[in-house]
């Protein structure tokens, strides 16, 4: 049998995080390699966050690094590449900053083994994170009911699968539960009954068993999860949400990043002192271009220096986003910011019957962006 690596990328963000301590516990006898590829431009809590998970995990974290830092005049990745990009910052449009410092990286590390990498998106979250072009790598999501990604699903499903997934299902279901899932396994994909319908629907019926089909069905194919004679994962039937992620933190004594924590701030609104509050949502590069503006106040406020390393990117007409750091620290501009922030927070808590937590920030504010960087 061909050998088949684990690997769990740490992005320094929360999910990621809890994941390494989850599968850590859950799964001892996956041989996980746990690594993280470094920017060299994160907060100093998500540096400090990755040399807790160190002790928590009982084994190192390997860096992938994806420049010789010797044989650069840029000490480090991040300046290194944007040297070579002739000092072109990355965007949502141009993001080679991912490219360059996460995704090249663990792929050349990777090479052409049989690799299996297991991703922290949470059960309460509506996004596939990175799937890789190679496919030699196959991503599994643990916190997901759905632990297989889009494009095995697309493949087990497929109307012209029909025949081989009723074998699987006949050799390993039992008599009651074949009945019911017989309903969907004969029932063919259509505008009238999607794919997605059908995956709920077998899933609703025996999430195991549709899991130990999927592995018999992989097992023809040269997916890595294949070529395993067993995978544990396929008995998990735990969904992860944010709350749960906190609690595996909190629990394991690594603790929640410290950005996560909202921090108070005062706005003047019709003559009035009203207190917000405000965090940051994501980990990542202190300058990251997906941060909210209310985001970027906050590293005004409680990272000064670090605001100031980010206005010395901006130059030769180049800006992290269309405003200019320069005119977002202008006073009537952060009040402005925060009294925007402060006024939607404020609706949003009106509409809730439960009113907002700084969780549910999190949830609204971490729909965009990249999941490489953040999870
Ligand atoms: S955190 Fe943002 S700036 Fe840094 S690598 Fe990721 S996408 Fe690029």
Redesign the pocket.
């Known amino acids: 049998m061909k050998k088949v690596k684990h690997v769990l990328g740490i992005s320094g963000g929360k999910d990621s995080a809890a994941l390494s301590i989850y599968m850590s516990k859950r799964y001892p006898s996956l041989d996980i390699e746990y690594y993280t590829c470094d ?1 060299g ?1 994160e907060l100093k809590e998500t540096y400090d966050l990755i040399g807790r998970l160190n002790s928590v995990l009982g084994k190192d974290i390997e860096l992938y690094k994806s420049m010789d830092e010797d044989n650069s005049p840029m000490k480090n990745p991040f300046d290194h590449f944007l040297a070579l990009y002739g000092g072109y910052l ?1 965007s949502p449009t141009a ?1 080679w ?2 490219k360059k ?2 995704l090249e990286p663990f792929e050349n590390r990777i090479g052409e083994e049989p690799t299996i990498s297991y991703v922290g998106i949470r059960g309460d979250e509506n996004r596939e994170g990175y799937i890789s072009k190679k496919e030699n790598i196959q991503t599994i999501f643990p916190f997901r009911r759905n632990i297989w990604s889009e494009d095995v699903i697309k493949k087990v499903l497929n109307n012209s699968n029909m025949q081989q997934l009723k074998s699987y299902y006949e050799g390993l279901a039992s008599k009651d539960v074949l009945l019911t899932s017989m309903q969907y396994v004969n029932q063919p994909i259509s505008p009238k009954f999607t794919q997605r319908q059908k995956l709920n629907a077998l899933l609703d019926v025996d999430l195991q068993l549709f899991n130990r089909v999927v592995f018999e069905f992989l097992k023809t194919t040269d997916y890595p999860v294949g070529k395993l004679d067993t995978f544990p994962l396929i008995e998990n039937d735990e969904l992860i949400v944010l709350d749960d992620v906190f609690k595996i933190l909190e629990d394991s004594g690594v603790g929640v990043p410290a950005y996560y924590k909202p921090m108070e701030y005062e706005v003047e609104i019709d003559g009035e002192i009203k207190q917000g509050t405000y965090s940051r949502s994501r980990s ?2 202190f ?4 941060q909210q503006k209310i985001e970027w106040v906050w590293l005004l406020e409680q990272h000064p220096q670090l605001f100031e390393d980010a206005i010395v990117y901006e130059k030769d007409g180049y800006k992290w986003m269309e405003e200019s750091l320069e005119d977002l620290q202008k006073p009537e501009r952060v009040a402005s910011i925060k009294k925007e922030h402060y006024l939607r927070m404020n609706r949003e808590k009106a509409r809730s019957r439960t009113g907002t937590s700084w969780q549910d920030d999190i949830l609204q504010a971490e729909g965009e962006g ?1 999941a ?2 953040f999870i």
């Open positions: 920017t431009k990355p993001r900053c991912t410092m996460k990542g590069c300058f990251c271009f997906y990249c490489s960087c």
